[in-house]
């Protein structure tokens, strides 16, 4: 419209029935705009919102695993990265190897791909689980919103779900097999996991309780 005066500004947006909204005080002159103001209010609030969104994209949560972790500890720890990855954020997975346990990566490594198995319909990693130092991790990406399945939390009277953490289409968790050693049997392996006073599931308990134990000669 070319520099106009204030007043010569008013009456033009007032004449069409719509309002003069300030859009760059700082520039001169500053620069005003003839719009429906209740319109312009919903653009920017739209645009708001988006942004918001690419923000959540660029950050990362992360979430720590252990590879002697218990069911429901395993269980907790999927709900907040479901939680997160349905705000579009990114999961770090970490699982951090602690003394013995470097001898048996397989078992952190199982831990970690059934942690990525259960989070399919959310994510997908952006490489395979690296191992640096004593640490095995790897990176989630939230899918697409629409192919992205919806947030269990959010979904009411989840017939047929297992565990509230998991869809209910996910297979429900299973223990951690024992680690089997030599001359051992299955009636053997509980009282060493209740020795050991560690969770029952834990791979290494066996490995601890017969620790300074001799071959029989």
Do not use: W
């Not at 831990?111 to 989630?140: C, Q, T, Y």
């Not at 051992?184 to 601890?208: I, Y």
Request: glycine residues 8%; contains cysteine.
């Amino acid at each position: 419209m070319g520099i106009l005066s204030l007043a010569e500004a008013i009456n033009m947006a007032r004449s069409r029935g719509m309002d003069l909204v300030e859009v760059a005080p700082t520039a001169t002159p500053p620069v005003c705009r003839v719009v429906d103001y209740g319109k312009f209010r919903y653009e920017q609030s739209k645009k708001e919102k988006e942004s918001r969104k690419h923000q959540h994209a660029n950050r990362m949560k992360e979430v720590q695993l252990s590879a002697s972790i218990d069911a429901n500890d395993f269980g907790v720890k999927l709900g907040h990265a479901i939680d997160f990855l349905c705000e579009e954020m990114k999961v770090k997975v970490s699982l951090r190897f602690r003394g013995r346990e470097m001898m048996h990566q397989e078992i952190g490594q199982q831990v970690v791909d059934r942690f990525i198995k259960e989070l399919a319909p959310f994510s997908h990693p952006d490489a395979p689980p690296k191992l640096v130092g004593r640490g095995l991790n790897v990176i989630l990406s939230p899918l697409p919103r629409n192919k992205r399945a919806k947030n269990p939390r959010e979904v009411e009277g989840g017939a047929g779900s297992v565990n509230p953490m998991l869809g209910k289409d996910m297979e429900p968790l299973r223990r951690i097999p024992v680690l089997p050693s030599s001359g051992s049997t299955d009636q053997e392996a509980e009282p060493a996991e209740r020795a050991s006073g560690g969770f029952a599931n834990n791979p290494f308990g066996q490995l601890d309780a017969r620790m300074g134990q001799r071959p029989a000669a």
